[in-house]
T-cell receptor, first 109, second 115 residues
Framework: GNSVTQMEGPVTLSEEAFLTINCTYT??????LFWYVQYPGEGLQLLLK?????DKGSNKGFEATYRKETTSFHLEKGSVQVSDSAVYFC????????FGAGTRLTVKP | DTAVSQTPKYLVTQMGNDKSIKCEQN?????MYWYKQDSKKFLKIMFS???????INETVPNRFSPKSPDKPHLNLHINSLELGDSAVYFC??????????????FGPGTRLTVL
């Protein structure tokens, strides 16, 4: 079946550090891939998405590229801020939506 | 304007009670969902529903039932609450469930605590 695996957290970084959160997927078809972010006490918000191979999604300084050859959709940001502290979910959608387990990011000043 | 809203935000109740959580979306979407998020933040789809089809995750106990009085609303009813039902429940909506690039929009969540 379709599934998403993302790196376990928690991840703790200093402000302005480089961020990578790894995400790989298994799918029987050609899914769309998403990153959602959940800030403390809130619901999930779409951060970015890519609908086909080699597409790059980007938003708020975050980027992820749909890599079909490595079945990956790693999330990156060049310089994190304290306000980026949240839980990040990788997800795929083919016939239904599947979420990864979430990665908690804490950014310290 | 809140796109997807849920009430209540917090719900504390005793084991064995019956409770409901309301969800409304003002996005004009055709499909709505209920998710359960456990204490480790793991998200599990419970139901997806549009005006034609209800898809139930087979692992969801039949004590849980979604009810849609009209297109913008999908309420979650829970009978005979158990301790293990304690979690955060999220409602979501999307334009069309059959489209792979379709984005889901989430409500703020309802934290249910069963004592």
């Amino acid at each position: 079946g379709n599934s998403v695996t993302q790196m376990e957290g928690p991840v703790t970084l200093s402000e302005e550090a480089f961020l990578t959160i790894n995400c790989t997927y298994t799918a029987t078809g050609y899914p769309s891939l998403f990153w959602y972010v959940q800030y403390p006490g809130e619901g999930l918000q779409l951060l970015l998405k890519a609908t086909k191979a080699d597409d790059k999604g980007s938003n708020k300084g975050f980027e992820a590229t749909y890599r079909k050859e490595t079945t990956s959709f790693h999330l990156e940001k060049g310089s994190v801020q304290v306000s980026d502290s949240a839980v990040y979910f990788c997800a795929l959608k083919w016939d239904d939506m599947r979420f990864g387990a979430g990665t908690r990011l804490t950014v310290k000043p | 304007d809140t796109a997807v809203s849920q009430t209540p935000k917090y719900l504390v109740t005793q084991m064995g009670n019956d409770k409901s959580i309301k969800c409304e979306q003002n996005l004009g979407h055709d499909t709505m969902y209920w998710y359960k998020q456990d204490s480790k933040k793991f998200l599990k789809i419970m139901f997806s529903y549009n005006n034609k089809e209800l898809i139930i995750n087979e692992t969801v106990p039949n004590r849980f039932s979604p009810k849609s009085p009209d297109k913008p609303h999908l309420n979650l009813h829970i009978n005979s609450l158990e301790l293990g039902d304690s979690a955060v429940y999220f409602c979501a909506s999307s334009q069309a469930s059959g489209v792979t690039g379709d984005t889901q929009y989430f409500g703020p969540g309802t934290r249910l605590t069963v004592l």
